[in-house]
């Protein structure tokens, strides 16, 4: 029995699918503070909150592996904790192993805007690696799909992309793509105890959005900006701003670690995922044909 955590995210979801397809619903159990939000999925859904040890622990009966999948960063809570309240729940469940969700990174990461965030992953990885349970530590690279949705954006507003992201390089890959590595990386035990760094082919932000334009047939071009600039967008950007300028320098810094390269790191995709990586053009060409199919409009 496999559990996924935080469940009805974008993430979660696609764990849950592609572990469903391996080894089937009745094995995969979703847990998620709101089992409403996962009513149209065909596994088991239990309520888990990060915050209750107890509930965690009652979530998490008769699991043998659990991806624990990162905490969103939100002002005035302790991630950390939370993450030590699903190992501890784990142990108490007597899970054998917990594959965990970070984010790809490296030297000069802690002296970004960033670096908070990467605090976090970095401790957490520490916990899990100390848990005594098996482990896998799998860091992502940033959601191709993301970035496509603003860069389309852009394109229907002035065609100007900007960030403070520069020259620097970064891989990219979809959602599907690192589900595909996580739920490999759940059912095989000859990938326990490593740390998998998930990333594609890296490329510049201005490489990116060319892609982009080719693919989608957008007239859009990428300029940088400086990181007070980009700070003062996001903070006119009203989903971001609602959750105050904490979370919108976290994500200046993510740019800032792109034109450090500091995310620019070697791939273990192909160990993780049992395959290489999809090509970006071609999982750009996946995403087109996703949004001609859902009706999305094109530029």
Request: net charge negative; with cysteine.
């Amino acid at each position: 029995m496999i559990a996924v955590t935080a469940a009805s995210g974008r993430l979660g979801r696609a764990i849950l699918k592609q572990l469903s397809a391996q080894i089937g619903a009745a094995s995969v159990v979703a847990v998620a503070r709101d089992p409403k939000k996962l009513t149209d999925l065909p596994v088991a859904v239990r309520a888990g909150d990060y915050t209750s040890l107890a509930g965690m622990t009652e979530a998490l009966a008769g699991i043998d592996t659990v991806v624990l999948i990162s905490a969103p960063v939100t002002p005035g809570t302790d991630r950390v904790a939370m993450h030590r309240n699903v190992l501890a729940a784990a142990k108490a469940a007597a899970v054998k192993k917990v594959v965990f969700t970070s984010v790809i990174g490296g030297a000069g990461e802690e002296t970004t805007w960033f670096g908070a965030t990467q605090a976090v992953n970095r401790a957490t990885e520490e916990d899990v690696r100390a848990s005594g349970l098996e482990w896998v530590v799998a860091r992502n690279c940033l959601y191709l799909e993301l970035d496509v949705e603003q860069i389309i954006k852009a394109s229907e507003r002035d065609g100007l992309y900007q960030n403070n992201a520069g020259d620097g390089r970064c891989p990219y890959l979809t959602i599907d793509e690192l589900a595909v590595a996580t739920a490999r990386m759940a059912l095989d035990e000859s990938r326990s105890n490593r740390v998998y760094n998930l990333g594609g082919d890296p490329v510049s932000q201005a490489e990116l959005v060319g892609l982009c334009a080719e693919v989608f047939g957008l007239d859009v071009r990428y300029a940088a900006m400086s990181d007070e600039e980009n700070l003062a967008r996001f903070m006119q950007v009203p989903h971001i701003a609602a959750r105050g300028e904490e979370v919108a320098r976290m994500l200046t810094g993510c740019f800032q670690c792109i034109r450090g390269g500091i995310m620019d790191v070697p791939s273990d995709f192909a160990a993780a995922a049992g395959r290489p990586a999809k090509p970006l053009r071609s999982q750009l060409e996946e995403l087109r044909a996703r949004r001609q199919s859902a009706g999305g409009a094109q530029a």
